[in-house]
């Protein structure tokens, strides 16, 4: 079984600032995805970002990038240039790859604040 | 294009009371999933749906929960005899299909029971 560990229940950062969230897991899984997931006051459950196991390099979006270390099993988000929109609960996510269908497991979540 | 709904967003039920949760899933989606998420947590996985077939039920909390997708789009999860320890939001999510990892889910259903 695998399992995902959110170690920051809150965490806080001023607009415009850098803000680094953490996530491990555990699995005996070669193929899997990682994913960080953000929820909104409003509750819908948005992709932020997601990476292949199999691929070396980090995934970035736009101010949103991952490092993803493997061996460490370790895969934080890093937010750039902090907005107030991204005020939000974020959940790091597991999902084996493969032949699985893509059930998601999630780590209990950071509420992360962006203050002006 | 129309993105995952889900209905009731807001159910207050008595204890004891069944309760009917509804998804639309993304049109042409073959993957359906169900999560319970509790206050302050992260989502837990309770069902999924392949098409019509019911492939993973292991989520499941107790025999009081069923799920359906009789014709493998809109899916209903059903708890009868409600307690008050099934209070959450129940997600619903959809993907292409197996090997499409990226689920997109619905604003759930906030289930309070009284």
């Known amino acids: 079984a695998q399992t995902v560990t959110q170690s920051q229940p809150e965490m806080s950062v001023q607009e415009a600032e850098t803000v680094t969230l953490s996530c491990t897991y555990d699995?005996?899984?070669?193929?899997?995805?990682l994913f960080w997931y953000k929820q909104p006051p409003s509750r819908q459950m948005i992709l932020v970002i997601r990476?292949?196991?199999?691929?070396?390099q980090n995934a970035t979006e736009n101010r949103f990038s991952v490092n993803f270390q493997k061996a460490a099993k370790s895969f934080s988000l890093k937010i750039s240039d902090s907005q107030l929109g991204d005020t939000a609960m974020y959940f790091c996510a597991f999902s084996a790859g493969g032949t699985s269908y893509g059930k998601l497991t999630f780590g209990q979540g950071t509420i992360l604040t962006v203050h002006p | 294009g129309a993105g995952v709904s889900q209905s009731p967003r807001y159910k207050v039920a008595k204890r004891g009371q069944d309760v009917a949760l509804r998804c639309d899933p993304i049109s042409g989606h073959v993957s359906l999933f169900w999560y319970q998420q509790a206050l302050g947590q992260g989502p837990e996985f309770l069902t999924y749906f392949q098409n019509e077939a019911q492939l993973d039920k292991s989520g499941l909390p107790s025999d009081r929960f069923f799920a359906e997708r009789p014709e493998g789009s809109v899916s209903t999860l059903k708890i009868q005899r409600t307690q008050q320890e099934d209070s959450a939001v129940y997600l619903c999510a959809s993907s292409l299909g197996p090997g499409f990892y990226e689920q997109y889910f619905g604003p759930g259903t906030r289930l309070t029971v009284t």
């Open positions: 699995t005996s899984e070669n193929n899997y995805y």
């Open positions: 990476q292949e196991a199999y691929k070396q």
